[in-house]
């Protein structure tokens, strides 16, 4: 079973972050706790994680930044957007977006806040990995927090290759999971080359007293030379 996202918001308490990328103020829209999660576990539903958001999808919207100017008029594919800060970040740069997810209370959830940050220029698209339906092909890959299931590691692997342009380029934000090191060696042995920058990135509290930081690694993949 999988609830829609009024239905999620009539049973636990969302609210909204105030979240600076550089000199850029985003307002995303999240649930408020993973303890408010829980409360939604019924049968084999899985709690709705997307609905979070993640410290890596900020230390993605802080390496994406700088890229500036670079992205005007480039396409981008976010693949599981979540609340969409990144792709939000990506499409005020002058962007052309799509946002992915497989729960349509992501992708929802992500344009309402594209809508709250005043952006319009930003697609959405509903597919699995597996089941693969591709929206086009993109000058940049993004994604956040991507690799916590070994199981979907080809798949993803199979929806880079079909979904980037020969020279685009492909960034990940991690929060250091132990199953990363098997994607990025599966990922190499496909073809694409990445190198890893380690990004300290504030840690989402419930009190905004407390400040803490911690490091996501954003990896960044291209193909490699033939």
């Not at 649930?31 to 410290?55: M, T």
């Not at 079909?162 to 380029?169: F, N, Q, V």
């Not at 007293?209 to 291209?222: C, K, M, P, T, W």
């Amino acid at each position: 079973m999988t609830l829609s996202l009024k239905e999620i918001r009539s049973r636990i308490t969302f609210r909204t972050f105030n979240i600076q990328v550089g000199s850029w103020k985003f307002y995303i829209e999240a649930v408020d706790s993973q303890d408010a999660l829980l409360d939604l576990v019924e049968g084999d539903f899985d709690p709705p994680y997307g609905l979070l958001l993640w410290e890596s999808a900020i230390a993605l919207a802080q390496t994406l930044m700088p890229l500036g100017s670079e992205m005007q008029g480039k396409t981008v594919l976010e693949l599981g957007c979540g609340t969409g800060l990144p792709g939000i970040l990506c499409a005020r740069s002058g962007a052309n977006v799509v946002q992915s997810d497989m729960f349509s209370y992501c992708t929802d959830l992500a344009q309402h806040n594209a809508e709250v940050n005043q952006i319009s220029n930003i697609g959405y698209h509903l597919s699995n990995w597996r089941d693969w339906n591709a929206p086009g092909v993109f000058d940049y890959v993004i994604g956040a927090d991507l690799f916590y299931d070994r199981m979907v590691h080809r798949d993803l692997v199979n929806v880079l290759a079909r979904s980037l342009e020969p020279d685009g380029r492909i960034y990940f934000a991690d929060p250091q999971r132990l199953s990363t090191p098997a994607f990025l060696e599966m990922a190499r042995l496909a073809g694409w080359q990445s190198s890893t920058t380690a990004v300290p990135t504030s840690i989402i509290h419930d009190s905004p007293s407390v400040q803490a930081f911690r490091e996501i690694d954003v990896h960044r993949l291209i193909r490699a030379p033939r």
